[in-house]
């Protein structure tokens, strides 16, 4: 990868280098994620997304660990309003497979269990576990927050779903392992930083950007159309509102290539001719799970 230009608000300190920002408490997947991919560098939990990305803008981390979507839940729609204005760059991807724990007290029993408390994404991906064993789900602060709060309340009627991770923080014990309704539960983080790195043209690689068409007939159309005609494979396209106007419809992509690979350099030509806004997000190799068949 190349490092092209920084966007910075204050200078790093030197123990920033080492530091990676992350939405949730100790124990939360996205600290699961920053533990997988950057084994060396210290987890820096913030309480929102809008802290996680203002503590690297800050200067008070070199990266943040965002979430994008869930194959099961679907989009995480904050990332979506956030990232385009965050001042941050998108540097690379992983895909973490979601193993959700019933997490008790140590000398509790599933039985024993009447409720389950996590973040509502993470509840709406165990409802028939949940559902089989009679356990009212309860939405909690997120999925560590929820182990917490568990483990402060010493009630063996409560659980929290949430990581093998979150338990291991909070000494809680697996009451039920892996419930997830789905095998293929997977969700996709971005790697975000100040400073503009890029995969290097010639390698495998996704750029991701987001565009507004002009309020024009057939204009999303004709944008997407030199994606088509350059043989330029486009993996992801969501839609979201801004600004609160329903004619003002901003899209989301991620496609296969380098911007400065010929097709996706005419594909991006063509599609300034029918929009009004495009920002490039980021140039980064794409995860090996990403390739993985999905399962389940």
Do not use: W
Request: aromatic share 8%.
């Amino acid at each position: 990868m190349r490092q092209q230009t920084a966007s910075a608000d204050s200078p790093e300190s030197a123990d920033a280098v080492n530091r990676i920002a992350f939405q949730g408490e100790q124990g939360a997947f996205s600290h699961q994620a920053c533990s997988e991919v950057f084994p060396a560098m210290e987890p820096v939990p913030c309480p929102t997304f809008e802290e996680a990305i203002a503590t690297v803008r800050r200067g008070e981390a070199r990266l943040a660990m965002l979430p994008v979507e869930n194959s099961l839940y679907g989009r995480v729609a904050d990332i979506h309003h956030l990232l385009p204005e965050s001042g941050l760059f998108v540097i690379g991807e992983h895909f973490l497979p979601i193993r959700m724990q019933l997490l008790g007290l140590p000398d509790a029993k599933l039985a024993d269990v009447k409720t389950a408390e996590s973040l509502d994404v993470a509840l709406g991906q165990v409802r028939k576990f949940l559902n089989n064993n009679k356990i009212r789900a309860v939405t909690g602060p997120d999925t560590a927050g929820s182990a917490r709060l568990v483990s402060e309340a010493k009630d063996p009627t409560r659980a929290a779903v949430a990581s093998t991770l979150a338990g291991e923080v909070y000494g809680l014990k697996t009451l039920a392992a892996d419930i997830e309704d789905a095998a293929h539960n997977t969700t996709r983080f971005l790697v975000c930083s100040r400073h503009k790195l890029e995969a290097e043209q010639g390698a495998a690689a996704i750029t991701s950007f987001v565009f507004r068409v002009k309020n024009l007939p057939a204009s999303l159309y004709k944008a997407l159309g030199g994606f088509a005609t350059n043989g330029v494979n486009m993996v992801r396209l969501e839609s979201y509102m801004i600004g609160g106007s329903f004619t003002a419809t901003q899209f989301i992509a991620d496609i296969d290539g380098h911007p400065e690979d010929p097709p996706v350099a005419r594909a991006l030509e063509e599609l300034g001719y029918f929009t009004d806004y495009i920002r490039i997000l980021g140039v980064y190799p794409p995860s090996d799970l990403r390739r993985k068949p999905a399962q389940g």
